[in-house]
């Protein structure tokens, strides 16, 4: 969004950064890892401003959270909250016609956190709609409240407005996309009355759901995958399939929950893809949790999972738990998962073979084409008359065992 806005002011995307005049970090700090893939990159760009002027402006939700210590950095010129993110544009612009920073004047819109409407997603075939942003759960793990503050829903008229602004421009799948989307609520407005709304339009078109919180899901919304325009796919925030540890997350729902849902949604449609995230070696998490974990993964049928190992939030109820697990067993029970799920997901491509299904042609490489299926199966096509972003049916002819997501046409 931010790229989007700095090129029609006449700038160019580098795809690079290490080649730019002006660099923006926006910074993610889920977890430990992110934080430390972030300091990375800072090294480098500061290594990079040793040798020519490079305006480095760092943002996201790491300036949110520790915006005085990110502060105190050498060779990072302005730190820029993430409350205040849409407003780097205005800044560059500022800083390119006067040559000075009137920090002063950097002020939150009314419209704050969904000021940025993107019309161009640097080259990709997919694009999204952010229609909510923040979340009100207090997970005992988690720092996002921090960074992203209360939940807050964009304008019903607005989504729908927006969305198909995308489809006039001629983006055949959209993302929806927030924190947290199945708390979205405007007025009586809410996550099933924007998805009635948007696959209600005419075109041929499809609507992805990004990730989904059990308890706040409500499966009626499944009903509209059988027009064919919202995808059988659900990105899962499981996070354990652990009851015990569930409830030491503070998240309210059980695994039978989130297995049952999984069960409705193969009803609407076969070959329904699961998608997820799973914390692995939460405090007091015990060899019984973690195969607890393993069977409610086996029930859901991931064929994609991210495995994070547990990492502490410094002000997260979490990160003062007792019984904290040691590294060894947490990485050890990251393989052991990651097996599973491959698993699964060779389990779940055999179920393809010989059908044809209906892709995106997205990214050409030699001797194909990639694209995703609707179920978010990644599809290599050795068709290279496949026309990029149209809808195209490729008959799966061959799994590859050793890449869990993808399939060959």
Not at 167 to 176: A, D, F, N, S
């Amino acid at each position: 969004a931010i790229g989007s806005r700095l090129i029609k002011m006449g700038l160019e995307y580098e795809e690079d950064y290490r080649n730019s005049n002006i660099v923006i970090l926006n910074s993610c700090t889920v977890t430990d890892t992110a934080d430390k893939k972030v300091m990375k990159y800072v090294k480098s760009i500061r290594r990079l401003k040793e040798e020519r002027n490079i305006f480095f402006i760092f943002t996201g939700c790491l300036a949110q959270t520790d915006g005085d210590k990110i502060s105190g950095i050498e060779g990072i010129d302005l730190v820029i909250d993430n409350k205040l993110k849409h407003k780097v544009p205005e800044v560059i612009k500022s800083f390119l016609e006067n040559r000075f920073l009137d920090i002063k004047s950097i002020k939150p819109s009314r419209k704050g956190r969904f000021e940025f409407e993107p019309d161009s997603f640097l080259g990709r075939t997919r694009a999204f709609l952010k229609i909510q942003d923040g979340c009100n759960r207090m997970c005992s793990f988690c720092k996002v409240p921090f960074a992203r503050g209360g939940s807050i829903s964009l304008e019903y008229d607005e989504v729908i407005r927006r969305f198909k602004k995308l489809l006039e421009l001629g983006y055949k799948e959209i993302v929806i996309t927030g924190v947290n989307i199945t708390s979205y609520y405007w007025n009586g407005y809410t996550l099933k009355d924007v998805i009635r709304g948007m696959v209600s339009l005419d075109g041929e078109f499809r609507v992805r759901l990004s990730s989904i919180m059990p308890d706040e899901f409500d499966v009626s919304i499944l009903e509209f995958v059988k027009d064919g325009k919202l995808s059988p796919h659900l990105h899962i925030s499981l996070q354990s399939g652990s009851d015990y540890i569930i409830k030491l997350m503070r998240r309210n729902y059980t695994s039978k929950d989130v297995v049952e849902i999984a069960d409705v949604a193969r009803k609407y449609y076969d070959g329904f893809g699961f998608s997820g995230d799973v914390i692995v070696g939460f405090p007091e998490e015990s060899e019984k949790h973690f195969n607890e974990t393993i069977d409610t993964v086996k029930k859901i049928g991931f064929f994609r999972l991210h495995i994070f190992p547990f990492s502490p939030r410094r002000g997260t109820v979490a990160s003062v738990m007792d019984n904290q697990v040691p590294y060894e067993i947490k990485k050890e029970r990251e393989r052991i998962l990651f097996d599973v799920v491959k698993g699964l997901s060779v389990e779940f491509k055999k179920k393809f073979l010989g059908k044809d299904i209906r892709i995106i042609p997205e990214e050409y490489v030699d001797g194909g084409v990639y694209g995703y299926a609707d179920n978010y199966l990644r599809v290599f096509s050795r068709d290279i008359s496949l026309k990029r972003n149209e809808f195209s049916y490729v008959k799966v002819s061959e799994i590859n065992e050793e890449d869990p997501t993808t399939v060959i046409a």
